[in-house]
Each structure stands twice: as structure tokens, then as C-alpha cells.
């Protein structure tokens, strides 16, 4: 069973940065592909950025594209999303999420592994 801890959400202004941290245990970490995902309120549960195993490709929703940057240490069973220029739109609860493959989804249910989730609010 893999376990996620997601932390370093909060509120910011518009324009602000945040670093959301998820950290991995109960599993090889290195053999799972980890992404992120929001949902707002009123909202389904949406991809925001993906990273392969071993951090060398990423994919991005195209709403972050350019403002979001996904990335791993797998020494430290971690991954990290980066969120710059945010937006009130960016506002939400954002989840850690893994899969063992070597494929990279994007539809939620195709990730069995979910972490509790950290608000992130963007205020205007």
C-alpha cells in the first residue's frame, strides 16, 4: 500500500507563488508515475501535471502550461509542483496521485493512489 502526504498549500494573492510537496512511502517510489490533480468546488477532479518515473518527461493541462513545473527526487521519495503566476482560477484542493506503469494518464480513475489533498486559495 502507498501512502501520499501532501503538503504547502495555503492562501496567496494573485501573482504569487506556492511549492506543493508530496511525499511517498509504502512503495518503490521510483517505479511509479506521479501527478498531480485539482478540483474546485462544484467542479470534477482535473489532471494538472504528470512526471514519468524516472522524471524525464512531464505533462502538463494546458491552463498551468508555462506557469506550473513538475518535478521528482526519487532519493527523497518526493514529488514537487511549483506554481507560479497563480490565479484565482488555480484556487482548489490539490491531490497527490501515483500509478505503477510506465504510462501516463490523465483521467483520475486510472490512478490508485491518492493522498488527502492541501488547499491552495488564490485571492484576487
Known amino acids: 500500500q502507498v501512502l501520499l502526504v501532501e503538503s504547502g498549500g495555503g492562501l496567496v494573492q494573485a501573482g504569487g507563488s506556492l511549492r506543493l510537496s508530496c511525499t511517498a512511502s509504502?512503495?518503490?517510489?521510483?517505479?511509479?508515475?506521479m501527478a498531480w490533480f485539482r478540483q474546485a468546488p462544484g467542479k470534477e477532479r482535473e489532471f494538472v501535471a504528470g512526471?514519468?518515473?524516472?522524471?524525464?518527461?512531464?505533462a502538463y493541462a494546458d491552463s498551468v502550461k508555462g506557469r506550473f513545473t513538475i518535478s521528482r527526487d526519487n532519493a527523497k521519495n518526493t514529488v514537487y509542483l511549483q506554481m507560479n503566476s497563480l490565479k484565482p482560477e488555480d484556487t482548489a484542493v490539490y491531490y497527490c496521485?501515483?500509478?505503477?506503469?510506465?504510462?501516463?494518464?490523465?483521467?483520475?480513475?486510472?490512478?490508485?493512489?491518492w493522498g488527502q489533498g492541501t488547499q491552495v486559495t488564490v485571492s484576487s
Open positions: 512526471i514519468r518515473r524516472s522524471g524525464s518527461g512531464t
Open positions: 496521485a501515483s500509478r505503477n506503469s510506465i504510462a501516463m494518464v490523465y483521467a483520475s480513475a486510472q490512478y490508485p493512489y
Open positions: 509504502g512503495g518503490s517510489f521510483s517505479s511509479y508515475i
